[in-house]
């Protein structure tokens, strides 16, 4: 007899035996016991939740003469003849059979009564698939169907359906098997298959599944196949080309420490091990989800099914890494996904979203700034650890000179009143910490948000300069109302300003002369000049 693979052994046969889906299984017993049954249906979801299964069973339920509880009962005549191919029930794939003639010959036919039971069901896959003439047919057939006609259709994009079609459908919504519930029927059906697989394998696979029984029982048919009656962790690891959970939380730590180098190298290992680097990237997305969700809640349901010493490592990493540069992380890692996919080299899109990660100086968005500030804190806080004294307000002096430089004050004299800095040197100090190009970049980000107006404003000058305790943002020539509207908002940009250096330092509008014409070659030069220097090093005569 020909090999069947798992998940068509292992198909649910009747409602008892569906995995998930209770609201959805309840529901159509309920139909069933009252014989409310609708003439046509919708089963939408993702791949591998049972849709076509429950179909199946569904269109038996109905036609059974003697249900118990809403499920077929599996032995009456009707049900017995309804276990194999049946004239009652007719399968159509959509996307193979997805012209107007498929769907003429449904409506030339439906007019038969069935043969065995009480109705004809037809059960169309992937209906999306079907073409806009055959969508139109198939709507004149579900507007007048006789009164033993019954329509499930099924499908994974259910926005490409019309709403024509979704307006007389019960729609019925298949939600993703939650992981605790495939680890649970995979670990049953391999027991039974006489198989000894670790634990970390069978949650590996469930994992992989992303939330589709189908799926996690493809892969464990594959690992049979592999490794026979007995599979371990490692092998699991190498069949599906995914990477051990210590090399994730490797990589994370060289993430959090912005060790370029250590990225470098663990991105080639990962060549070097044959390990697929689209497959990794999803694997690290799911890793830095549990981060993010076990730093906002760590007795999540989510976590009950991980060792405890899986999720005190998660938290401790997420600890050490910080919200800012987990969303970060997140961020760039999903929207890498669809380039990865249609890049001729994934290695190089892997390697470059991982830099990113790991140079936040790159972005000019809120979030990658407060991660440059919480990476500069953590890195003070080292320093302070390892006894290094940081002290940004005066250069340190050794106690002796201390010591000789205070004079003595003599018994019953007026003690001196010593002067303190002056709070504008500490402030030009303090705000000459961020170079003027990204300060600038840094003040329109945060304009832009506060106040749109002032922006469309500011967006125009040529850039600000801070020095001496005093901002001065230059317009070009033909700007006069913008200057003049950013004058009125003076305190507005200061506030801002004061928000990104620490200290509120004076604003100065200012209106630039008319460019004067040069040459390409000038002006290249000049650009040149700029980039390497920096605007505010450099003068040009």
């Known amino acids: 007899m020909a090999y069947k693979a798992l998940y068509r052994v292992f198909r649910p046969s009747d409602f008892s035996q569906v995995v998930g889906q209770r609201l959805i299984i309840k529901t159509l017993r309920a139909q069933v016991q009252s014989g409310r049954i609708a003439h046509a249906y919708l089963f939408t979801g993702p791949r591998g939740t049972g849709k076509t299964s429950v179909a199946k069973i569904f269109a038996r339920a109905i036609n059974?003469?003697?249900?118990?509880?809403?499920?077929?009962?599996?032995?009456?005549?009707?049900?017995?003849?309804?276990?194999?191919?049946?004239?009652?029930?007719?399968?159509?794939?959509?996307?193979?059979?997805?012209?107007?003639?498929?769907?003429?010959?449904?409506?030339?036919?439906?007019?038969?009564?069935?043969?065995?039971?009480?109705?004809?069901?037809?059960?169309?896959?992937?209906?999306?698939?079907?073409?806009?003439?055959?969508?139109?047919?198939?709507?004149?057939?579900?507007?007048?169907?006789?009164?033993?006609?019954?329509?499930?259709?099924?499908?994974?994009?259910?926005?490409?359906?019309?709403?024509t079609i979704l307006s007389r459908c019960q729609r019925f919504n298949f939600k993703n098997i939650e992981l605790e519930?495939?680890?649970?029927?995979?670990?049953?059906?391999?027991?039974?298959?006489?198989?000894?697989?670790?634990?970390?394998?069978?949650?590996?696979?469930?994992?992989?599944?992303?939330?589709?029984?189908?799926?996690?029982?493809?892969?464990?048919?594959?690992?049979?196949?592999?490794?026979?009656?007995?599979?371990?962790?490692?092998?699991?690891?190498?069949?599906?080309?995914?990477?051990?959970?210590?090399?994730?939380?490797?990589?994370?730590?060289?993430?959090?420490?912005?060790?370029?180098?250590?990225?470098?190298?663990?991105?080639?290992?990962?060549?070097?091990?044959?390990?697929?680097?689209?497959?990794?990237?999803?694997?690290?997305?799911?890793?830095?989800?549990?981060?993010?969700?076990?730093?906002?809640?760590?007795?999540?349901?989510?976590?009950?099914?991980?060792?405890?010493?899986?999720?005190?490592?998660?938290?401790?990493?997420?600890?050490?890494?910080?919200?800012?540069?987990?969303?970060?992380?997140?961020?760039?890692?999903?929207?890498?996904?669809?380039?990865?996919?249609?890049?001729?080299?994934?290695?190089?899109?892997?390697?470059?979203?991982?830099?990113?990660?790991?140079?936040?100086?790159?972005?000019?968005?809120?979030?990658?700034?407060?991660?440059?500030?919480?990476?500069?804190?953590?890195?003070?806080?080292?320093?302070?650890?390892?006894?290094?004294?940081?002290n940004s307000n005066a250069v340190p002096q050794t106690e002796a000179a201390k010591t000789k430089a205070e004079p003595v004050a003599k018994r019953g004299s007026i003690p001196e009143v010593k002067k303190e800095a002056r709070p504008e040197a500490q402030e030009v100090k303090q705000m000459k910490s961020m170079p003027n190009g990204e300060l600038w970049d840094a003040l329109l980000v945060r304009i832009r948000k506060s106040n749109p107006l002032l922006y469309s404003a500011v967006k125009e000058a040529r850039g600000g300069v801070l020095a001496g305790g005093t901002y001065t943002i230059t317009f070009g020539a033909g700007n006069d109302s913008k200057a003049a509207f950013a004058r009125k908002k003076q305190d507005v940009i200061a506030m801002e300003l004061s928000a990104l250096v620490g200290m509120k330092p004076g604003v100065i509008i200012e209106n630039g002369a008319a460019p004067v014409k040069k040459n390409d070659d000038d002006d290249d030069f000049r650009q040149r000049a700029i980039d390497l220097f920096g605007e505010e090093n450099i003068r040009f005569n």
């Open 64 to 163: 059974c003469s003697d249900p118990v509880d809403g499920d077929l009962c599996g032995k009456c005549p009707t049900c017995l003849a309804l276990a194999s191919e049946s004239m009652d029930i007719i399968e159509m794939d959509a996307a193979s059979n997805n012209g107007v003639d498929e769907v003429r010959s449904i409506r030339d036919n439906i007019v038969f009564p069935p043969q065995e039971g009480k109705y004809k069901v037809y059960i169309i896959d992937e209906v999306h698939m079907l073409s806009g003439g055959a969508f139109n047919a198939l709507l004149k057939t579900l507007e007048e169907p006789p009164e033993h006609a019954v329509f499930i259709l099924a499908t994974t994009e259910v926005h490409k359906l019309p709403a």
């Open 181 to 390: 519930e495939i680890r649970s029927h995979l670990s049953d059906i391999l027991v039974k298959q006489g198989v000894r697989i670790d634990d970390d394998a069978v949650d590996l696979l469930a994992r992989t599944a992303e939330g589709g029984l189908r799926d996690a029982l493809s892969l464990a048919d594959m690992c049979i196949s592999y490794c026979g009656d007995e599979i371990s962790y490692d092998d699991v690891i190498n069949i599906l080309g995914t990477a051990d959970k210590n090399f994730i939380f490797d990589i994370c730590d060289h993430l959090i420490a912005r060790d370029r180098s250590g990225i470098i190298k663990d991105v080639a290992q990962l060549a070097v091990d044959g390990r697929d680097p689209g497959v990794f990237l999803k694997d690290l997305i799911a890793h830095i989800s549990d981060l993010i969700a076990v730093s906002a809640a760590p007795d999540s349901i989510r976590f009950a099914t991980m060792g405890k010493e899986h999720v005190d490592r998660l938290a401790r990493q997420a600890r050490s890494a910080g919200g800012e540069l987990l969303l970060r992380a997140i961020e760039i890692l999903t929207g890498s996904e669809s380039v990865l996919r249609a890049s001729t080299r994934p290695r190089v899109v892997l390697e470059t979203s991982l830099l990113r990660i790991c140079s936040p100086c790159l972005e000019s968005d809120n979030v990658a700034l407060m991660d440059r500030i919480n990476y500069l804190e953590s890195e003070l806080e080292r320093l302070k650890k390892s006894g290094v004294t940081v």
